[in-house]
């Protein structure tokens, strides 16, 4: 059988994406293959998900036909050339979608001479089908290139393409956004325990109303300010809250924890 999907890092997102393509059938099992350091991770992914994998770089580039998932983290971006550059460019090239936090269309145009690049920043919600992608396309992609990026994202989840100046923004946002909604949980489990609650109890109630808010915004259309207005009764229980959270300075805090995150990527790329 024909190796449609090559990835290059089986770690957390290269895992997430992964279980996705192959549960919505997207490419078969035989269809895909991972290279990957670690002989344990390696032996994990052969056994939980059938596919092949290897510690070559080299030998996976040149196996793949249609795509490969680069998911290193950044600072190994240079190992990975190093492993395959006298493999390229090949011909037909796959086509190859970069999830590098940072890591420029230009910086990776110059790394793979002559491969179609689409850059790409999932989150980690991928997991369970309910990621949000952003995704940049390189110059002189062909259709059926954009035509897989978006097939592959749209199976974890949703999918937005946005030009390449606003992927660090997207990164500080919704690539690392799950960790401040996870702490936020966290919190609001650990104000439960300090109410009185079982901590069983505290992060079930937790967790539905993030989930739920989260819908009920989604699906209504509903302004989150109109929402927070439904909410909060005159002199009652929520305002309360609110003017806690104000006082702390709540809402300048994820303001500026996006920022603060979009300006790491950003310097940890050269435009
Ligand atoms: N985690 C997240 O929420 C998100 C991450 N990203 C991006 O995804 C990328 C991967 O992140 P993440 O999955 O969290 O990182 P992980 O460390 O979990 O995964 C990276 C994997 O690549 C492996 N690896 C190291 N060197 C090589 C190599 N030369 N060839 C092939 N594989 C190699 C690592 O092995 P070993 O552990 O042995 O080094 C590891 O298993 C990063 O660039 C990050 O910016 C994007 C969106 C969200
Ligand atoms: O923290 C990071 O660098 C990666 C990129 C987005 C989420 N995690």
Redesign the pocket.
């Known amino acids: 059988m024909t190796i449609k999907l090559g990835l ?7 895992e997430a994406i992964l279980s996705r393509l192959l549960a919505r059938k997207i490419y078969q099992v035989s269809e895909v293959i991972v ?4 002989e344990a ?1 390696r032996s994990f992914l052969h056994q939980r998900y059938g596919v092949s994998v290897t510690n070559d ?1 080299g030998q996976m580039w040149s196996q793949v036909r249609e795509t490969v998932i680069l ?4 600072q ?1 971006l240079s ?2 050339v190093e ?1 395959v550059v006298d493999k390229l460019p090949m011909e037909p090239s796959p086509l190859m979608i970069s ?4 890591v420029s269309l230009k910086q990776l145009e110059n790394s793979f001479p002559g491969v179609s690049i689409v850059r790409a ?4 919600p991928a997991t369970v089908g309910a990621g949000m992608t952003a995704i940049c396309c390189g110059d002189h992609l062909q259709p059926i290139h954009h035509h897989i990026a978006t097939t592959i994202f749209q199976a974890v989840g949703e999918v937005v393409e946005v030009c390449e100046s606003l992927m660090d923004a997207v990164t500080g946002l919704s ?2 956004g ?1 960790a401040y909604v996870a702490l936020m949980i966290e919190a609001l489990a650990d104000g439960g325990v300090a109410s009185g609650l079982p901590r069983a109890v505290a992060k079930q109630l937790a967790l539905h109303t993030v989930l739920g808010t989260a819908k009920l915004i989604a699906e209504t259309n509903i302004h989150p300010a109109e929402l927070k207005d439904q909410v909060t009764s005159p002199g009652g229980t929520t305002i309360a809250g609110v003017r806690e959270l104000e006082r702390a300075g709540f809402r300048s805090a994820l303001m500026e924890a996006v920022k603060a995150a979009a300006e790491r990527s950003r310097e940890m790329g050269v435009y």
């Open positions: 290059i890092g089986g770690g957390v997102m290269g290279s990957e350091p670690q991770r770089n998911a290193v983290k950044p190994i190992a990975v492993e999830i590098l936090a940072g920043m999932p989150n980690t690539g690392s799950p």
